[in-house]
């Protein structure tokens, strides 16, 4: 089993920055890549951002493309998103997610483990 717990969300003006951080435990061998998801109220759970263990081959949503960042840290076992020039619309609980399966990319339906989620709010 695996578990995750994210940290960094906030409060934060339109066009300020944020760094979420995900730090994973357990059987953290297992898993083939990490990403990041969103969901906003009222709004059905989007993917933003992810990334491959070994490789680091990353994928982002068309809407957070050239803001967001996401890294990893495999020592640490930790998977980071950096956002900048943030936006009203990017309001929402991240949570981050792993998958021990090589094509799950983007589909949250395809990943394993979730964390708990962390709020950022962007005020306008």
């Known amino acids: 089993q695996v578990q995750l717990v994210e940290s960094g969300g906030g409060l934060v003006q339109a066009g300020g920055s944020l760094r979420l951080s995900c730090s994973a435990s357990g059987r953290t061998f297992t898993i083939y890549a990490m990403g990041w998801f969103r969901q906003a109220p009222g709004k059905e759970r989007e993917f933003v951002a992810a990334?491959?263990?070994?490789?680091?081959?990353?994928y982002y949503a068309d809407s957070v493309k050239g803001r967001f960042t996401i890294s990893r840290d495999n020592a640490e076992n930790t998977v980071y998103l950096q956002m900048n020039s943030l936006k009203p619309e990017d309001t929402a609980v991240y949570y981050c997610?792993?998958?021990?399966?090589?094509?799950?990319?983007?589909?949250?339906?395809?990943?394993?483990?979730w964390g708990q989620g962390t709020q950022v709010t962007v005020s306008s």
């Open positions: 997610a792993a998958t021990q399966r090589v094509i799950a990319r983007t589909r949250g339906s395809l990943y394993d483990y």
């Open positions: 990334i491959s263990w070994s490789g680091g081959r990353t």
